[in-house]
């Protein structure tokens, strides 16, 4: 008999359904149907994810209100190292496991949409089947070692995913760069916790939150060890979360397409963020780890906002602000305030969902991604309008929606541990995605039309009605957090910080809403961009010319080293190995120039009389 | 004076234009109406276009009072007065490219007969069927 | 039991090569194909006859053969010998499958590859030093052939090349054994003999470099790799998979059986030299693959690199790096065997292997879109991507040498990361972006030419999501080998700074 | 129009860079050279492509007409057998000018495929859609996108959809549509723009529907001509295009709502839109040559700047596509190869299994072969504009004669560019 529990103890299961729909896609790959189309596999890995998200819904039911469960998956035992597999039940990761496969649902059925006319649905939809499978596995996860494994398969699936339109030049290189600099994050991530193994003994990261309890004192008996190794962790999530500098894979897999980019942008790049919560212990034990991860968070907050703000492409506007927020999830993260981070992860995710979901609604009709080409789509695109602003609100802090308590409950903590300038920057970041956001939203619907948007009807229903839904997600976002019983103790507002917080937030916002619609909506200065001084303008819109300091620093470095050792390698090691070690048997170039067959005539006698001498040497020695 | 339906009706090799002009409801606005000048294809005219062509125009009485609407143009313009135009406005709408000189020439038609006066215009009969674009 | 692993595939190359009446290249090719599928049965029937809990050699084979020398037909088993006497079996298998049927001279050829099996898995199984050297020395002939009568452009050159660095590597092993038993006073050449040889340290390390540098030069470890590009890109894509995935085993095998195995003490004194050699090997490799335009160089050089994760672990030997580097070994074999066949599938259709003329065979109708789906995924197992065989392997040596080496162990890590970066520029410019339209008329793939990447990219997967498979055999070996060494270092950096120099 | 006019001696050579192809034009040629190979590649194309056709135009009606404003239409390729057995106008018994000798109903090939797909069972139509053994309705609705957003090129037809007559119509038929539904009435009031919007793009179904009504029966007599043996080389096949173009120019393009079996003229018959102007040309220029860039090919980011700023530089169209990466991903017009796929006559299944690779890339060899066939329909089209704007070929007159390079010159002109497959198509080795 199934009852709710069984379903919770079979939790496991959750991953694998997508995983099967992700691998039954191979019977759809194009070499394979040459009479009927792509489209079934689409509606079998829907199927799927349903599957996943009910057991995903009645497991949370059984597991409501119990202390966390935890199963063990054996997998590989050798010498005195034990990979099992910890899976954690709780109400928090079968939840995040409902979310994200809710989540995985609508991009999908959007998939269906946008993706009408593409014949490569086969490998698009396992794909997101793959991802979906990752993520669940992730948040039940409870290994740091398996948990670097799912990383490492969804770096892999970010590279396939972003290069899905391979015949694209820059598709190309962008599932290049982004796999690079994703892999470089996992590799320092795995030699934390190669380094972490044999001083904790675990990788499970209960465990490792018990370990680090009670071994406080090692960040103060082995400040260089605890560093370098919080320093390996942080790395994993700062490429994953893509913070400076680490940041520009997310600008460049925007190439890909748009739905893919809704799952990136909201969840993906949050599983670094979800890592590092869990990791929260062993990082806390060193400050200079701590320390560091906050600096690149704020500086990507700020940073990344701007750039924001100076974006002309729609959806660059929305990738340079997940690094922002994820920069502020960082903060969170690594001032001790887990509930919070959370809390931001999931606002931040059903906010950016919906955002990217009307920004694929408008540029799925008016071709061009250029902001500065659009306009005047109010009337027209009201349900994408609405959406849009319902995305804002859900975004920023702007009281009653989402992002204004998961806001409100970072700032309450950095207020308690008084880091006023944490706090600047948290308003500084909210002040600045106001602005970039609702200066996106005034160059798309506000002003007149131009050629591009001249014709938009809304699209197709498939496209509308997860866009429409995700909306109401988002709406009842406070709903959601009063019933997970997660309002930020600020919420009470009983405090008097509470109200000077709020009510600084609510000012950011604000600020950062009217100075956009001022300029933006209704168009009071004609080109704004102009009261920048140019310079800066373009440090901005290009992303502080990083491109071009990778180029300069470590692709330089890697190109120049690999073509000096080729050289080394040509020249002088063979170049020595053949003078040296030939010549002295032939005369000079003797390998390459004497007449070939005579020079294996003599080769073959040299080896035969080498083993015959041998032979007979050895012959006098022994008897 | 007779007037521009009048001459097409009286004057022989304009029978399919004056069939065309019944079809498309236009004989009361050239009968009464104006002044116009009308670019006026003859029999033959009609007769280098494709078989089929005009029968579909005549089916669809709006379709074919548009293309008539195209040889026509408001006001009274004899050839002298075109000297100085490149273009002349249809009643459609779009613009008719003129040309006088070395000879008169509408569109890619040639003028057969110039400045024939009616009552309410003037025509000037041309050899071919011109049309927009 | 043991001898028809090695004597099937001998007498079955000389009855393709001197049967009286006429074979054509597809009966000579399907005939050796049956002989190397026989012998692969027979290599499962190893594995359900062997005993898991036995540390000890297993399957003991003697006949007295020249006993006043000290030689004489002895084989045995391990866990070590098992895997390499595996992938040896698979390997020849799959190098017949992936060779063409259409060549010069096909009876030689099959003849030959058959031969060259037969010896190798003769070396795995030699517990006599004196027989191992003669499989081991026997084998170049055959293979120098392979390499310049089938061989691409330069390929005298190559062969040359090869023949004459494996010489003088078996001079410097043979010097090695004969000094040993010499030294040792052993009228016997027989391995447990050899292992009961007591000398003192410094000849011990005297006779270690020699081995190691004689078998360094076959596996290859830099510098002593200058052979290796030249080789396996002249060489045929059947023979360079035997090349590259069998006979540079012979080179870590004979490391760890001989060195290791004979020579603890001055092992456990080497090692982090060895260690430090490794780390060089797989920086070296690696960035060197990257500066590549040739695929079958880069893939090649990619080689040396992942052989040096293999001297890593023997370096470290703690019971787990060591079960690391024999499972790196049988799956380095697996993957480099794929990248080789694919590399071949694609210069056999395409016509080139450079780089800056290959482009978008991904395309599904008109490019070659498994050979690009194996090839984004064999390059994926070599980088070290978790779920395919490549990454627990390469995991087991990192971890089971990190508490020893923590540097050296780092270093290898990024080795990991640059392998990435060389894979990645393999994988975009070959298998992504648009088909040339004026070039892009390329034969078809058919199914016969992907049956061997099919069953070498089915076992990558399978063996990367279930490793125990793979990894279990050899942990009884492992133990044993480890347990001989004296521990000069104590595992004992729990709560020490791992973060301690060379 | 039989203009089989040599070259005149009084026309110096023209020095353009396709003079071969001016040439050609000029003796009353096609685009695509002469041979009978062309010949059975594009004869055998038309016939492939106007199956699905005959299904595109049906469908296109049916939703202009029938589905209408629906919010969920997720039956929408789902015809009614009322819009099924549509006679069609210009085939069988009852046609206002018949110009296919055939049947005026769904071509019976069509019903067939409709019935049992490939996958050959009769299964309900439920399961065919899901299993993706269907026409893909998609590529045809993406064409009338093309018409729609390319608003530059239909001035006449857009000036109305943009004027107060029209809105006073839809929002009759609006109203009429969503009678007793208080919540999408409310919503209208609120946004009225988002429905007129959606009634403008239902107008253009209806436009491309009469448009593509057309062309089925003309493509289909072809086939039929040819295989009787009475259409010989390219030109005839061409010269039957240009003749057709004429026949329809006058046929009205009109949008028309069917709400509770009562019709609402969007766009009335008598506001005197033409198939030539307000259908076929605009039809050319958005799909054949402009439509927008492939998502698998090029970038769309604002910063790379692969994707003009003046919808007057699109060339994405049928002329200029790479037909290569057909059958990956990102690449719409697969769509329309598989459509034809399932039709093709055996004569070009034959001719393809001798080709590259046979059946395995025969999306591409069909989608090159498409390409060569779109060469002679445009070829068509440009011949049909100088003999209504221009003159006769054999005009006498120098200056006649010039004014027609002129313009031959200026057509071809626009194939200049890199991406234009002009060239490629002269050539019987790409395929």
Redesign the interface.
Known sequence: MITANTLAHTSWLIPCYPLLGAALSFFWSPALIRLSGPRPVGYLNLLTTVFALIHSAVALVAVWGQPAQFLQIPWLQIADLNLTLPLELSALTLGASLAITILNLLVQIYTVGYLEMDWGWGRMFSLLALFEAGMTALVLCDSLFFSYILLEILTLGTYLIVGFWFNQSLVVTGARDAFLTKRVGDLILLMGVLALYPLAGTWNFSELTQWAQTHAEIGQLQPLTMALIGTALVAGPVSKCAQFPLHLWLDEAMEGPLPTTILRNSVVVATGAWVLVKLQPVVALSPFATGLAIVIGSMTALGGTLIAAAQIDAKRVLSYLASAYMGLILVAVCTGQVTAALLLVLTYAVATGLLLMSTGSIIVKVITQDLTQMGGLWSRRPITGLSFLVGIAGLIALPPFGGFWSMMAVMEGLWQQQQWALIAVVLAANAGASFAIMRMFGLIFAGDRQTMTTRSPEPLWLIVLPMAIMAGFTLHMPLIIRELSLYPAAAQLSLSSSWVLGWALVFSSMAGLATASFFYVFRRVQKPAKLLPPALNQLLAYDFYTPKVYQMTVIGAVGSLSQITDWLDRYVVDGLVNFVGISSLFSGEALKYVNAGRLQLYALTIAFFVAAISLYLSWSYLT | MPSIVDIAVQNDGFSTLVAAVQAAGLVEVLATGGPFTVFAPNDDAFAK?????V???V??P??????LKFHVVSGIWHKDDMAQQATLTSLE?SPIPIRTEPIFEV??STVLAADIIASNGIIHVIDNVI??? | MLSTLVWLPIIGSLLIAFVPFKLTAQQSRTFALVISGVVLLWTIRLFTQFDLTNDAFQMHEFMPWLPMLGLNYDLALDGLSLMMIALNSLLTWVALYSSVGSMERPRFFYALILFVSGGVAGAFLAQNLLLFFLLFEIELVPLYLLVSIWGGEKRDYAATKFLLYTALAGVLILTAFLGTAWLGHSTDFSYQQMLQVDLALPTQVVLLSLLLVGFGIKIPLVPFHTWLPDTYVAASPSVAILLGGVLAKLGTYGIFRFGLGMFPEAWSLLSPFLAVWAAASVLYGSVTAIAQKDIKRMVAYSSIGHMGYVMLGGAAFTELSMVGAISQMVSHGLILALLFHLVGVVEAKVGTRQLDQLNGLMNPLRGLPVVSALLVLSGMASAGIPGLVGFITEFLVFQGSYSVFPVQTLLCVVGTGLTAVYFVILINRTCFGRLDNQKAHYGKVSLTEQVPALVLATLVVVLGLQPNWLVHWSAATSRSLVAAVPMTHEVQVAIQPPFQGF | MNDTAVLSPTLSPSTHEFSEVIHRLEAGGSMLPDTPENLKQIIGIYKAYAVPMDFYWRDLLYIAEKVFLNPLPAFKYFISDKYLDRPNAYAGDGADLRIWRGEADAHPELRDFMAKGEFNRKLPKLFHHLWHDRVNMEFAEACMEAMLWHEDINPQFNAYLDGDEYKQNSDLAIRAYFKGNPLMLGLYKLFPDMFLEQVKKLSYYANLGLFWEVMAPVFFEMSDLYDEGKMTTVPEAMDFLVNGIFAVAGRPIFHHAYIDGKCYEIIPKSQGFTWLYEAALPYVEAVFYRTAPFRGTKSYNAQAGQVPSDQKDFHYGILYADVFPVGSAGIPPTLLMQDMLHFLPDYLIEDYQQHGRGEDDILIQLGITFQRSMYNVTSAVIQALRAALLYPLDDPNPDHLKANRQFFEQQIDRFKRPEARLRDVQDQSYR
Request: aromatic share 0%.
């Open positions: 276009l494709p078989p089929g062509t029968q579909t125009l089916d669809n709006p379709q074919l009072a548009r293309i709408g569109k890619n049309l927009m674009g």
